[in-house]
Nanobody
Framework: QVQLVESGGGQVRPGGSLRLACAVS?????????VKWHRQAPGKQRELVAR???????YYIESVKGRFTISRDDAEKTVYLQMNSLKPEDTAVYYC?????WGKGTLVTVSS
């Protein structure tokens, strides 16, 4: 059974940092696997935040460039999203996605 389990969400003040993790099990996960983080803010559509293929094939939406970093540990079958300089507009449920497989999400709230 394929499972993608996110963790690391929480509440943080503007300017703070969080590191999200996505533990992958039950599916092939190799260097060539494209991994993605999406988010869905209240009342808005889900959007792609970042994606990674290999170790350096990255894409970020403009609003998070320079603040977020996607990475992977293939041996641990884990995908990370390091989020720095967080802003209130980053508040959303963050989802890990590989192919047709999705996690249930982890909530990030940025508020003072």
């Amino acid at each position: 059974q394929v499972q993608l389990v996110e963790s690391g969400g929480g509440q943080v003040r503007p300017g703070g940092s969080l590191r999200l993790a996505c533990a992958v099990s039950g599916r092939i996960f190799t260097f060539a696997t494209m991994v993605k983080w999406h988010r869905q803010a209240p009342g808005k559509q889900r959007e792609l935040v970042a994606r990674l293929i290999g170790e350096s094939g990255t894409y970020y939406i403009e609003s998070v460039k320079g603040r977020f970093t996607i990475s992977r540990d293939d041996a641990e079958k884990t995908v990370y999203l390091q989020m720095n300089s967080l802003k209130p507009e980053d508040t959303a449920v963050y989802y890990c996605n590989i192919g047709d497989d999705w996690g249930k999400g982890t909530l990030v709230t940025v508020s003072s």
